[in-house]
């Protein structure tokens, strides 16, 4: 099909002036929230979502486009600097670029680290564009049980494969799917869990569940343990790099999106494998082994590379299946509920200028991203000394801007403190909080699927299962079932390195 | 952001170690997640109560009606709330979760915590009588406040700076509504 022009179409789109300021206004909000400690790309994006709800959808995705890639990017900077990773995908990013920024070449590491993103994101997003279509219309044709079947390995993928306990893993998505059943029934009208209140009838909005978990949870758990002197950052220049570094890490930046792209299109993606192969890889194909552990500039080039890409990786089973398996991709997913707008493979079918002006300016973000922050290196760094007091207080007041925002009810406030609370709970005892937000989101839709396939079949269960495509669903949920086997051999390979 | 990492096995000398001068409230402090099982399965019999006593009759369509899935979830909580409680009695723990502010080595700080609850939970009380402004910025005060912040003359000044730039943004920028208030309705 005529991709290209769709894409150009894109542009036409991401370019008006309008939509150009969103794209810039995210890349600087998302950097800013991604940066400060404590805040991950998944909750900055939950932070920021009431920001948009004045927004047309297609303004406002491009703006979570560039807010999505920010808070990544600003991820890194904290792990560089602070050598505390939070999120997943920033602790490799941490073991040499810490050790880098502390004998001095933070500038370096930075820089590094940005054009590793950009350089990944662009790789990344082209593949997007390359894929993203024959994925759309090979799965036009799929019904109820396919869905259904796709739908169950999302589970198993966020439960199984993405934390470390499968038991823990397990209850969590649990507690998210019973939080979705809460409302009426979309099929019957039935009350479910309502206990008889108005309000609980609707269902509980994804989004107070995505703040709840992420933004109160977290607010109230680093409240718990607030750390009484929080780390000192590690000043930093203008990130730049030098001939030799860029002899360096040329390759590492080339290299990282093949290994990312892939973990990230398929759904049990997340970047967590990704960048930790990428490290390996890099280390094994270095001139420089002395280096590693006390600075590697490819330790760092390699694995954000990676990261960037698997995350325009996501978007391909985001967009094209309706399926989220990180929990950006989760939140957004939420945001496209919002807007009524249901992703799958009709999306690029019905919603042409949101889906390819999103994609566009997918580029466009990438390239202000580069643009933008390296001359502001220097001031992301200062927000590492924020008061935390001042930080966390500003997380809860968000939130409920968030939370109030949705629809204006103070009931909507109560209910995002007992998901805070229950988040507090689950960081407690290491339940991971993504299978929960994936149940929520991913529950309703999964129980209208599966009746509807049980409808056709008569009740006959063989019925969920007679289509080629979800047979081999079910197969890669067999072998993922089977992986924890093949990630135990994982580390050990690295450690011999 | 955080990182959520498990660690079977970590706590298995205290455990099976024999010490019974030790006596019940260390054990039940040692196996306190086993009250997540409690919660899994209490969030199990709810929903498995409110899926049997639903009257489906006239509402069925289909050969799976909305009772289906509820019991399908709730019987997977009482599994898992089962198999959990015998991944801790065999030393398994949930390990809290670390981050960049979070400092394990001190036990948690209920205080604050509550502290924050109540913050929050007057803020939502006080949003419709008062006005997002208003109410915002007593919610970020005291929300500093609780965290640690002894500043009176800097932190409610902040407060009152984001909470009403916040108002001005989402109401005239972004198209957003929030309350006002009377104080609004006097300015």
């Known amino acids: 099909m005529n991709t290209l022009t769709s894409l150009m179409d894109g542009f036409g789109t991401a370019l008006t002036p309008l939509n150009l300021l969103w794209a810039a206004l995210g890349v600087l909000l998302g950097t800013a929230i991604g940066v400060l400690p404590g805040i991950g790309p998944a909750m900055a994006v939950a932070l920021l979502l009431p920001v948009t709800y004045g927004l047309e959808p297609t303004g406002a995705f491009i703006m979570f486009a560039g807010i999505y890639y920010g808070a990544m990017f600003g991820g890194s900077t904290t792990s560089i600097l602070l050598n505390t990773p939070g999120e997943s995908a920033a602790v490799v990013a941490a073991m040499e670029g810490n050790p880098m920024a502390k004998s001095g070449r933070g500038a370096q590491a930075l820089a590094a680290a940005a054009v590793g993103h950009f350089a990944g994101g662009m790789i990344g997003t082209m593949l997007l564009v390359a894929l993203a279509p024959t994925v759309a219309g090979l799965a036009v044709d799929i019904g109820a049980p396919d869905y259904f079947a796709l739908m169950v390995l999302a589970f198993i993928a966020v439960t199984s494969v993405l934390g470390s306990s499968r038991i823990r893993g397990m209850a969590s998505l649990l507690i998210g799917l019973t939080i979705g059943l809460v409302g009426l029934d979309r099929m019957t009208g039935q009350q479910r869990l309502t206990f008889g209140s108005l309000q609980l009838a609707d269902g509980i909005d994804v989004v107070i569940v995505a703040v709840g978990l992420f933004a109160i949870g977290e607010a109230l758990w680093v409240a718990a343990h607030l750390r009484r002197r929080p780390p000192d950052p590690i000043p930093v220049g203008r990130p730049w790099l030098g001939r030799a570094d860029l002899r360096r890490t040329w390759k590492s930046w080339a290299r990282g999106p093949f290994i990312g792209f892939p973990f990230g299109a398929v759904p049990a993606g997340g970047a967590e494998i990704p960048t930790f192969l990428s490290y390996v890889t890099e280390k094994r194909l270095s001139k420089h082994r002395d280096e590693w552990g006390k600075g590697a500039i490819e330790g760092v080039a390699g694995p954000e590379s990676a990261a960037s890409a698997s995350a325009a990786g996501t978007l391909v089973s985001m967009l094209t299946l309706g399926l989220p398996t990180t929990a950006v991709a989760a939140v957004m997913l939420a945001a496209f509920q919002q807007y009524g707008i249901q992703p799958g493979p009709l999306l690029f079918e019905r919603e042409p200028d949101l889906v390819w002006g999103l994609i566009a300016s997918l580029f466009v973000g990438m390239v202000l991203l580069l643009a933008l922050n390296l001359p502001l290196a220097p001031v992301w760094a200062k927000l590492l000394r924020i008061p935390r007091p001042y930080l966390y207080a500003g997380i809860l007041f968000f939130a409920a801007v968030g939370a109030y925002a949705v629809g204006g009810e103070v009931i909507d406030l109560v209910l995002l403190l007992i998901i805070g609370l229950v988040g507090f709970g689950m960081r407690r005892y290491g339940l991971p909080v993504l299978p929960a937000v994936i149940g929520v989101i991913l529950g309703p839709a999964a129980e209208q699927q599966l009746r509807r396939a049980l409808q056709i079949s008569d009740g006959s269960v063989a019925g969920l299962a007679d289509t080629p495509f979800s047979v081999t669903v079910y197969a890669v949920v067999v072998l993922l079932l089977g992986w924890p086997l093949v990630r135990r051999v994982l580390p050990r390979r690295g450690a011999r390195t | ?187």
């Open chain 2, 1 to 187: 952001m955080t990182t959520p990492t498990t660690d079977p096995g970590a706590a298995g000398p205290g455990a099976g170690a024999g010490e019974p001068a030790a006596g019940r409230r260390s054990w039940l402090r040692e196996h306190s997640e086993l009250g997540v099982c409690v919660l899994l399965s209490a969030l199990g019999v709810l929903l498995l109560t409110d899926a049997l006593t639903m009257d489906v009759d006239i509402a069925q369509r289909g050969p799976v009606g909305p009772r289906t899935v509820p019991v399908v979830v709730g019987g997977g909580l009482l599994v898992a709330a089962a198999l959990l409680a015998a991944d801790v009695l065999r030393g398994g723990r949930g390990r809290a979760e670390t981050g960049e502010d979070v400092d394990l080595s001190e036990p948690a700080d209920w205080r604050t915590v509550l502290l924050l609850t109540g913050v929050f939970l007057g803020a939502a009380v006080l949003i419709e009588p008062l006005g997002f402004p208003v109410a915002g910025a007593l919610l970020f005060w005291g929300a500093a406040f609780a965290l640690g912040s002894r500043r009176p003359d800097r932190d409610p000044l902040i407060a009152a700076v984001v909470s009403f730039v916040t108002y001005a943004v989402f109401d005239n920028l972004l198209g957003v509504p929030l309350p006002g208030g009377p104080l609004m309705g006097v300015l």
